[in-house]
């Protein structure tokens, strides 16, 4: 079973330069970005923001 965080992960990992996590978040079926950022760092050790950054 794909999670909204996994999906959003594969998002992130193909992600553009410049991408911020408030393009991903709606995509994946969060309503709230603040919600987004706490489930994904929590489940993944890293904020999305974090991860964009890194690419």
Same mark, same amino acid.
Not at 8 to 32: M, N, R
Not at 38 to 46: L, N
């Given at each position: 079973? =794909?999670?909204? &965080?996994?999906?959003?992960?594969?998002?992130? #990992?193909? *992600? /553009?330069?410049?991408?911020?996590?408030?393009?991903?978040?709606?995509? =994946?079926?969060? &309503?709230?970005?603040?919600?987004?950022?706490? #489930?994904? *760092? /929590?489940?993944?050790?890293?904020?999305?923001?974090?991860?964009?950054?890194?690419?």
């Amino acid at each position: 079973m =794909v999670t909204r &965080k996994t999906a959003a992960t594969g998002i992130l #990992s193909h *992600s /553009k330069k410049g991408q911020k996590p408030s393009d991903i978040y709606l995509e =994946v079926g969060f &309503k709230d970005i603040s919600h987004f950022s706490r #489930s994904f *760092s /929590k489940q993944f050790g890293s904020a999305p923001s974090k991860i964009l950054s890194n690419l």
